[in-house]
């Protein structure tokens, strides 16, 4: 199913489940980045065993995820933005 109304979907003629995968692969590496960068600069507090477990399990889920839409337009898209978009 394709959402072409951009009021209600911002991303049109894509396909919401795409966009959604894609959206929680963007959102997950976000959190990963973020949590290494804890555990590598902050040494004042210890990584648990249960929160490191839960961390591969997102990258894992993410691993699982990206073969399933990495051949669309906007999965490409927005590989292509991460290496040249201004930060």
């Known amino acids: 199913m394709r959402v072409s109304n951009s009021n209600l ?6 396909d919401p489940s795409v ?4 959206r929680l692969i963007a959102d997950t590496f976000v959190q ?4 290494r960068h804890f555990a590598d600069y902050n ?14 399990r997102s ?3 993410v691993f699982a995820t990206w073969p399933k839409l990495q051949a669309s ?5 927005y590989l292509v933005s991460l ?4 930060r």
Do not use: C, R
Not at 19 to 22: I, R
Not at 73 to 77: E, F, G, K, L, M
């Open 32 to 35: 990963l980045q973020n949590h």
């Open 59 to 61: 990258a894992g889920q």
């Open 19 to 22: 966009v959604s995968d894609l």
């Open 43 to 56: 040494l004042t507090k210890d990584l648990e065993v249960t929160h490191a477990v839960n961390y591969v």
């Open 83 to 86: 290496m040249v978009k201004a």
């Open 9 to 14: 979907f911002p991303f049109a003629d894509e």
């Open 73 to 77: 337009q906007i999965a490409q898209d």
